[in-house]
C-alpha cells in the first residue's frame, strides 16, 4: 500500500491525496524549491486562489495559489488527476513567478476577493 502524506479537501469538497512517492520520485527532484514544502501543497489545495480544469488533461484539475512559506516564488501550482483506486491524487507542485492562468483549460472555483482578477480564458482548441 502506497504511504499518503496527507489527504486535504479543496472548497469543491475533492479530497486530494498526496502520496510520498510522488513527492520523493517526483515532485523534489523535478522542482527542488519544493523540498520541506509538504505544508504548502496542501495550503493550495485547501485554500487555492483558482481551481481549474487542464488545458492538458481535462481529467486533472490544477489548484493555482500563493506560495506562502517561499518569499522568492509567489506562487504555487499543483496538479491533480482522478485515478480510480487513489481517488484524487497529486501529480506535481512548483513554484513560479507567475500565476500559471494559461495552465487552466475552463476555471471551476475562484476564491471570492475583491481585489482578485476574474481572467477572460481564450478558447482552448482541442
Do not use: C
Amino acid at each position: 500500500m502506497k504511504q499518503i502524506l496527507f489527504i486535504a479537501t479543496d472548497p469543491l469538497k475533492n479530497e486530494v491525496k498526496l502520496l510520498k512517492e510522488t513527492f520523493e520520485k517526483h515532485i523534489i527532484i523535478r522542482h527542488p524549491e519544493m523540498k520541506g514544502h509538504i505544508s504548502s501543497i496542501k495550503k493550495v489545495i485547501e485554500n487555492p486562489l483558482y481551481i481549474g480544469q487542464g488545458t492538458k488533461n481535462r481529467e486533472s484539475l490544477i489548484y493555482l495559489g500563493n506560495f506562502q512559506d517561499n518569499k522568492k516564488i509567489p506562487y504555487l501550482i499543483v496538479a491533480v488527476k482522478y485515478i480510480k483506486k487513489l481517488d484524487q491524487i497529486i501529480l506535481t507542485a512548483f513554484g513560479t513567478q507567475n500565476l500559471g492562468l494559461n495552465k487552466i483549460n475552463k476555471i471551476l472555483w475562484q476564491q471570492k476577493k475583491q481585489n482578485l482578477i476574474t481572467p477572460t480564458l481564450p478558447p482552448h482548441k482541442n
